[in-house]
């Protein structure tokens, strides 16, 4: 399909376990965000890629928490020694450079971590 | 402040009838204000987007009403149907020091009764 394509839709961890969730943005769009989405909460801003730029990290809750994304592609979240308050789900968003000025951002479904 | 502020936190409405959802935000250099329609399973989808220097946009039965010097801004579904029951988030755009950036609303969970 032509959307945002986010990997593994369900992942199931025990605490203390590292994970890695993977974004597939639409191609061409240069930027790409990760979010946090807690159960019956808003969106939380993790991390904003944006082509070659230096990432904006501001959003990252800890150390624990990192991200990479090859060029203007692929992204992975990775999240060491999961915590129990790190269940969530996670959402990857990308956009063009026209696009995201008016706020229009393109999310995948989500990855939906549980921390047991 | 890079925050935004949203009430109710759900809504039940019948069908037909008009459902309401309201924003407030600080930070006056937020510079567009989106709305998100999120069902559940689904990431969030853009429904509709304002600038700040328009005080209202319609698109279909979805209108933004929008006051600057209040820093409030608000949804209204008109005519509203059980295929709105959905979570909506309202937006505000930012920029700084070169990253743009979305801060959204906790969320208003609207359900439409038949």
């Known amino acids: 399909g032509a959307g945002v394509s986010q990997s593994p839709s369900n992942k199931v961890t025990e605490k203390g376990k590292d994970v890695e969730l993977r974004c597939d943005p639409i191609?061409?769009?240069?930027?790409l965000y990760w979010y946090r989405q807690r159960l019956g909460q808003g969106l939380e801003f993790l991390i904003y890629f944006q082509g070659n730029s230096a990432p904006d990290k501001s959003g990252l809750p800890s150390d624990r928490f990192s991200a990479e994304r090859t060029g203007e592609s692929v992204s992975t979240l990775t999240i060491q020694r999961t915590q129990q308050e790190d269940s969530a789900v996670y959402l990857c968003?990308?956009?063009?450079?026209?696009?995201?000025?008016?706020?229009?951002?393109?999310f995948g479904e989500g990855s939906r971590l549980t921390v047991l | 402040q890079q925050q935004v502020k949203q009430s109710p936190q759900s809504l039940i409405v019948q069908k037909g009838g008009i459902s309401i959802i309201n924003c407030a935000y600080e930070?006056?250099?937020?510079?567009?204000f989106p709305w998100y329609q999120q069902f559940p399973g689904k990431g969030p989808a853009l429904l509709i987007a304002?600038?700040?220097?328009?005080s209202e946009k319609k698109e279909g039965r979805f209108t933004i009403s929008f006051n600057k010097s209040a820093k409030q801004f608000s949804l209204h579904i008109m005519d509203s149907q059980p295929g709105d029951s959905a979570t909506y988030f309202c937006a505000a755009s930012i920029t700084q020091g070169g990253s743009e950036k979305l801060v959204f609303g906790k969320g208003t969970k609207l359900t439409v009764n038949p």
């Open positions: 968003a990308s956009s063009s450079s026209i696009k995201k000025r008016t706020g229009e951002l393109f």
């Open positions: 930070n006056t250099a937020f510079d567009y």
């Open positions: 191609s061409g769009h240069t930027a």
């Open positions: 304002i600038r700040p220097d328009v």
